[in-house]
């Protein structure tokens, strides 16, 4: 599995960006997540989607802000966020995996990323 990670730049506070994950490969994965990494601190869980049923979840900091979706005829994953804060400032990576739903915010238990896209949110 490869995965590319798209969409990061500089946006102002309130502004929005729109990430993508294009995955090639193999495809049959329970999980496709994004995580994020400030400067200083550890990769955390951000966002996931089951890639078949679709159902998704969210890290508290981020929700009613962000929103993940998937193209599954495109093996595509993306996040909306909106309303964005100098603290949503981090690289963001996606990953796949088929761990239980209990395991899917721990960044140890997926196997596949991609090689991250900066967000930078500053005025």
């Known amino acids: 599995v490869q995965l590319q990670a798209s969409g990061g730049g500089v946006v102002q506070p309130g502004g929005s960006l729109r990430l993508s994950c294009a995955a090639s490969g193999r495809t049959d994965s329970r999980w496709f997540t994004w995580f994020r990494q400030a400067p200083g601190k550890e990769r955390e869980f951000v966002s996931a989607i089951g890639w078949s049923g679709g159902h998704t979840y969210y890290a508290d900091s981020v929700k009613g802000r962000f929103t993940i979706s998937r193209d599954k005829a495109k093996n595509t994953m993306y996040l909306q966020m909106n309303s964005l804060q100098p603290s949503d400032t981090a690289v963001y990576f996606c990953?796949?995996?088929?761990?239980?739903?209990?395991?899917?915010?721990?960044?140890?238990?997926?196997?596949?990323w991609g090689q991250g896209t900066q967000v930078t949110v500053s005025s």
């Open positions: 990953a796949r995996g088929s761990v239980v739903l209990s395991g899917i915010y721990d960044s140890r238990n997926y196997y596949y």
